[in-house]
Each structure stands twice: as C-alpha cells, then as structure tokens.
C-alpha cells in the first residue's frame, strides 16, 4: 500500500456514481482550508483501487454505486488500507444499511441532507479516531427500538454499566464527540475517553460507534426525544 504523503491536510477520497455531485462535495471540502481531496470515484471498485493507491486519510463513500455497493467497498478498503477512516455518504435512511456500514468498518455515517458544516464536522472527527452517527438517524433508530423491544429482551441483557457510562453511552448514540460531551457532562475529555474505554471493554466492541450500535440494537439507552 502506498504511504500517505507528511501533509497537514486532511485527505479525502469521494465515492458516489453521480459526477455533479462528487463535483459539488470537492468544491465544499477544498473550501474548508484543512481539508484536500486527492482523488473521487464512480463505482465500488475504482474506490477500493484508489484508495489503496492514493492512501487517504477518509474515505466518502455512497451506499449504492456500479459494480460493488458501498458497503463491500468499505470492507475491502479497511482490510488493504486499515488506517483509512471511511464515512458513508448516502440517501438511505434504514438502520439495516447503517449497522451493515459499521460492521464493514465505517466510522461515519450521514445522510445527503446533511448541511455542508455537518460533513465537513464528520470528516474532521472520523480523522481524529472518533465515530460519528448522522443525529437524525442515530434519532430515528433510537425510536424505532424503543417500539419494537420486548421486554423479555432487555431482561435478558446483562448491562454492566454504570449510571455515568449509560449516560455517556446516551450523548454517543445521539452522535456527540468526545469534547461535546465533556461539555455537557462538565468533566474532562480524558475523563470522557477513560468510560468510552470501560464502555468499550464492558460491551465486547472495538470502537465508540459499535457501541453506540450495540445500544441501539439492544435497548440499552433511552429513546430520544422528538
């Protein structure tokens, strides 16, 4: 694999089957000033080859493309290129896509009707090792279990957490960085990182956004509010 030029620049690679739109999303990040893009995509498999050859820092990725979804992409992307952050960019809106996305090793997953600061946020946060759910969706999946969990499923959770770490958990799911929530919480971002970690290690999963997916899945945080 080629090895990421020494740049400051967050570097970007867009994958979606629509040029205007891959043309629309450059202009947008090449504006942001620590951000360049180093190459765009219209199919699954000229992703995964660019992104082997070009080594980004992020990856942007469409569900639906030519050839290979996104999602298989990003599965073949994270086992030749680890170090690559990948976000799905996407219209699809359904919670199966989003827990698909995660377990191919997305970090990121936002909708297109994100406003440009929302994406610009996202790739910014996913480069720093962080993951980020769309609030929408991490909104609309919330409410979606909170209907259809029985109550025999939440007793036979065994939830090791404490009242601090299913709170912490909470501001995840709702798609929160670590910094927000010390701010919210009024403690230290350290502090916030030390639970992610006891999280992390309690729930069997690798990463802040698997664990806000295995809440979501299982019931383990309150519904949001509308």
């Known amino acids: 694999m080629t090895e990421p030029p020494q740049t400051s620049a967050i570097r970007v690679l867009l994958a979606d089957d629509h040029a205007l739109f891959r043309q629309g999303v450059r202009r947008l990040l090449e504006g942001a000033g620590d951000i360049e893009v180093v190459g765009d995509a219209e199919t699954g498999e000229e992703s995964v080859r660019l992104a082997e050859d070009l080594a980004p820092d992020i990856v942007l990725l469409d569900?639906?493309?030519?050839?290979?979804?996104?999602?298989?992409?990003?599965?073949?992307?994270?086992?030749?290129?680890?170090?690559?952050?990948?976000?799905?960019?996407?219209?699809?809106?359904?919670?199966?896509?989003?827990?698909?996305?995660?377990?191919?090793?997305?970090?990121?997953?936002?909708?297109?009707?994100?406003?440009?600061?929302?994406?610009?946020?996202?790739?910014?946060?996913?480069?720093?090792?962080?993951?980020?759910?769309?609030?929408?969706?991490?909104?609309?999946?919330?409410?979606?279990?909170?209907?259809?969990?029985?109550?025999?499923?939440?007793?036979?959770?065994?939830?090791?957490?404490?009242?601090?770490?299913?709170?912490?958990l909470q501001h995840v799911t709702t798609g929160l960085a670590n910094k927000e929530i010390a701010n919210r919480l009024s403690i230290s971002e350290r502090t916030v990182k030390n639970h992610l970690s006891n999280i992390m290690e309690k729930l069997h999963v690798n990463s802040?956004?698997?664990?806000?997916?295995?809440?979501?899945?299982?019931?383990?945080?309150?519904?949001?509010k509308d």
């Open 63 to 168: 569900v639906t493309m030519p050839s290979l979804s996104g999602i298989d992409a990003a599965r073949m992307i994270k086992a030749s290129s680890p170090r690559a952050g990948i976000i799905m960019l996407t219209v699809h809106a359904d919670e199966e896509f989003l827990f698909e996305a995660i377990k191919a090793g997305a970090m990121g997953y936002l909708l297109k009707d994100c406003t440009p600061d929302e994406l610009i946020r996202a790739i910014r946060v996913v480069h720093s090792g962080e993951g980020l759910l769309a609030p929408t969706m991490a909104a609309k999946v919330m409410r979606e279990f909170a209907r259809t969990r029985e109550t025999k499923d939440l007793a036979a959770v065994h939830l090791p957490l404490t009242q601090r770490e299913v709170e912490i």
């Open 208 to 224: 802040r956004t698997q664990a806000a997916v295995y809440a979501l899945r299982r019931g383990l945080v309150p519904p949001a």
